[in-house]
């Protein structure tokens, strides 16, 4: 049974940093592309950031590009999302989601790509 488990979420004031992890279990991690994704209240999930299996290639959106940076640390199962000069706007909670697609350099930005998804964690950014 594959698990995703999302932590580090919280409460921040605009202008902090906050760093993300997701820890996965069950199935092997470094032959996962990954990716984080975010649902604001009322609005749809998006895609925040994505990873291919090796690390050696990262995507983001634009509205946290050079804000926000994604890695992964195979030897721990973990994939992070290190978020700075939060605002407001990126209240929402964040979803790591592992695709197994079984190319290797390849990055995904949809989410039908996604195979296994977590279960979120809550971050809010106050003004």
């Known amino acids: 049974q594959v698990q995703l488990v999302e932590s580090g979420g919280g409460l921040v004031q605009a202008g902090d940093s906050l760093r993300l992890s997701c820890a996965l279990s069950?199935?092997?991690?470094?032959?996962?592309?990954m990716g984080w994704f975010r649902k604001a209240q009322g609005k749809e999930r998006e895609f925040v950031a994505a990873?291919?299996?090796?690390?050696?290639?990262?995507t983001y959106a634009d509205s946290v590009k050079g804000r926000f940076t994604i890695s992964r640390e195979n030897a721990k199962n973990t994939l992070y999302l290190e978020m700075k000069s939060l605002k407001p706007e990126d209240t929402a909670v964040y979803y790591c989601a592992a695709a197994y697609r079984g190319t290797y350099f390849r990055l995904y930005l949809r989410e039908s790509e996604y195979d296994y998804w977590g279960q979120g964690t809550q971050v809010t950014v106050s003004s």
């Open positions: 990873v291919t299996w090796s690390g050696s290639a990262t």
């Open positions: 069950g199935r092997a991690f470094n032959s996962a592309a």
